[in-house]
Each structure stands twice: as structure tokens, then as C-alpha cells.
């Protein structure tokens, strides 16, 4: 392993406001770890910022306070962020590290509140404006049949994943979702669903959307889909 950057990549850089400079893209990080701000080329791409949200059985959403993230580390090959959000029913702690090529994996932990109570849903969304995302590109698992192309007009859920279409999930997990235009874009993905809480038994209920509504398209990462407690910490990685 070595720290040399090779061109065309640069040295990342970060400051403990939250700030990370890679080659053509600039982040700014949140109290939930995760994004602010995605400038490529100049250009911000998110309408608003990164975030995790959840949902009561009762039908309360819940309410976060957060800290500013806290710089670990910044070498030439990566920085690494720590954040903590605290709620009633659920505390999220994260690790983020930006990699030189922009690429930043995620750590989370999801762990019980001081109040904790039944959760019908936990979910992220990743929110772009509606003038960088017309296309979109989703993996199937398979060589061969992973959709290209527009991402379907309308407003709401214009997309889902769904077990058809995939590998034979005990669910209908999509792997790879990205939405941009044709010089930019945001992609999730994910190795597998471990430490999420979902509806087995072949649901086709979605873990992964594509959801367009005032002017900006999110992907919305269903973490939690089924009604649940939290009563120990769970960590998912993406």
C-alpha cells in the first residue's frame, strides 16, 4: 500500500469545517456524515443536503440534532470523518472516508435512543436537482440486462428495484443505482443488505428508489422497511 498519488488524481484534502477537495470535485460534509454540498466541475449537483430519515409506527417523523463532523485523518490517498446524530428512537454514527478518485464509503451505525420506540421505516436520500439528473443507470447483477437510459418521466417513485428483474434476492436489493446527466452524476451502491431491516420472503417491497418531486430527484435507500425496535447497535456499509 502506498500514499503517492498518480496523475491525473490529486492529494486529497479536507479541513476540519467539513471541506474535501478531490481532482474536479469538492464536498461538503454534514453532522450525519455524509453530503452538504457535491460540486463537480464547479457545478453543485444536491438540492438540498444528504440525509437520514425515519418514520414512527405512530406516524411521527423523526427529529436529529447533530454535530459537526469531526476530521479524523487526511492523507494523500483519503480523508476519514467521524459525525453523530441523535434522535429519540434511534442514534447514527458514522465513519466516512473519501477516497483520492472521489469515492467515499459510508460505516454506519444505527444503534437504540434514550426513548426507543417502533420504527415503520429509516431511509436515505440522496436529493440532485432536476437539471443534473435525467439519466440514470441501475445493476441487476446481471452481464447484460442493467437499464441505461432516461429516468422515467412523472413525479413520486418513477422507479423502483424489484426481485424480477435481479438475482435471486430474498428481497429485492439493487447493488448499483446512479442518476446524473451525461458529465456528472451521484452513484449509491453497495456490496449486500447486511445490517438492514427488511421484509424477506421474496418481498418485492423496495430497498432502492428513484423519486422526483419539487424540482429535484432523490434516490431514497430504504434501510429499514418493516416495522422494528431497535434494541442493539446494527452496521450497514455503503
Same mark, same amino acid.
Given at each position: 500500500?502506498?500514499?503517492?498519488?498518480?496523475?491525473?488524481? =490529486?492529494?486529497?484534502? *479536507?479541513?476540519?469545517?467539513?471541506?474535501?477537495?478531490?481532482?474536479?470535485?469538492?464536498?461538503?460534509?454534514?453532522?450525519?456524515?455524509?453530503?452538504?454540498?457535491? !460540486?463537480? !466541475?464547479?457545478?453543485?449537483?444536491?438540492?438540498?443536503?444528504?440525509?437520514?430519515?425515519?418514520?414512527? %409506527?405512530?406516524?411521527?417523523?423523526?427529529?436529529? =440534532?447533530?454535530?459537526?463532523?469531526?476530521?479524523?485523518?487526511?492523507?494523500? !490517498?483519503?480523508?476519514?470523518?467521524?459525525?453523530?446524530?441523535?434522535?429519540?428512537? %434511534?442514534?447514527?454514527?458514522?465513519?466516512?472516508?473519501?477516497? %483520492?478518485?472521489?469515492?467515499?464509503?459510508?460505516?454506519?451505525?444505527?444503534?437504540?435512543?434514550?426513548?426507543?420506540?417502533?420504527?415503520?421505516?429509516?431511509?436515505?436520500?440522496?436529493?440532485?436537482?432536476?437539471?443534473?439528473?435525467?439519466?440514470?443507470?441501475?445493476?441487476?447483477?446481471?452481464?447484460?440486462?442493467?437499464?441505461?437510459?432516461?429516468?422515467?418521466?412523472?413525479?413520486?417513485?418513477?422507479? =423502483?428495484?424489484?426481485?424480477?428483474?435481479?438475482?435471486?434476492?430474498?428481497?429485492?436489493? *439493487?447493488?448499483?443505482?446512479?442518476?446524473?446527466?451525461?458529465?456528472?452524476?451521484?452513484?449509491?451502491?453497495?456490496?449486500?443488505? =447486511?445490517?438492514?431491516?427488511?421484509?424477506?420472503?421474496?418481498?418485492?417491497?423496495?430497498?432502492?428508489?428513484?423519486?422526483?418531486?419539487?424540482?429535484?430527484?432523490?434516490?431514497?435507500?430504504?434501510?429499514?422497511?418493516?416495522?422494528?425496535?431497535?434494541?442493539?447497535?446494527?452496521?450497514?456499509?455503503?
Amino acid at each position: 500500500e502506498t500514499e503517492e498519488v498518480f496523475p491525473p488524481f =490529486k492529494p486529497v484534502q *479536507a479541513d476540519e469545517s467539513g471541506v474535501i477537495s478531490v481532482v474536479q470535485r469538492t464536498y461538503r460534509m454534514n453532522g450525519f456524515g455524509l453530503w452538504d454540498s457535491v !460540486q463537480s !466541475q464547479s457545478r453543485e449537483l444536491l438540492a438540498r443536503p444528504v440525509e437520514l430519515r425515519y418514520r414512527t %409506527v405512530a406516524g411521527r417523523e423523526g427529529v436529529w =440534532k447533530t454535530e459537526a463532523p469531526a476530521l479524523e485523518t487526511n492523507t494523500p !490517498q483519503r480523508a476519514v470523518f467521524r459525525a453523530r446524530a441523535v434522535s429519540d428512537a %434511534v442514534v447514527a454514527e458514522t465513519r466516512s472516508e473519501v477516497e %483520492v478518485d472521489g469515492m467515499m464509503k459510508v460505516t454506519l451505525r444505527l444503534s437504540p435512543g434514550a426513548k426507543p420506540e417502533s420504527i415503520a421505516a429509516l431511509w436515505l436520500d440522496i436529493p440532485l436537482k432536476e437539471s443534473e439528473a435525467r439519466l440514470m443507470h441501475e445493476d441487476t447483477g446481471s452481464l447484460r440486462a442493467n437499464y441505461s437510459g432516461s429516468i422515467p418521466s412523472g413525479t413520486g417513485t418513477v422507479w =423502483k428495484s424489484d426481485r424480477d428483474t435481479r438475482w435471486p434476492w430474498r428481497n429485492a436489493f *439493487a447493488g448499483y443505482v446512479w442518476i446524473g446527466g451525461e458529465d456528472r452524476g451521484v452513484a449509491w451502491f453497495a456490496e449486500n443488505d =447486511k445490517g438492514w431491516v427488511t421484509e424477506k420472503g421474496l418481498s418485492d417491497k423496495p430497498l432502492q428508489e428513484i423519486v422526483r418531486a419539487d424540482g429535484e430527484v432523490a434516490i431514497r435507500v430504504n434501510l429499514v422497511n418493516i416495522p422494528v425496535t431497535l434494541t442493539e447497535s446494527r452496521e450497514l456499509v455503503f
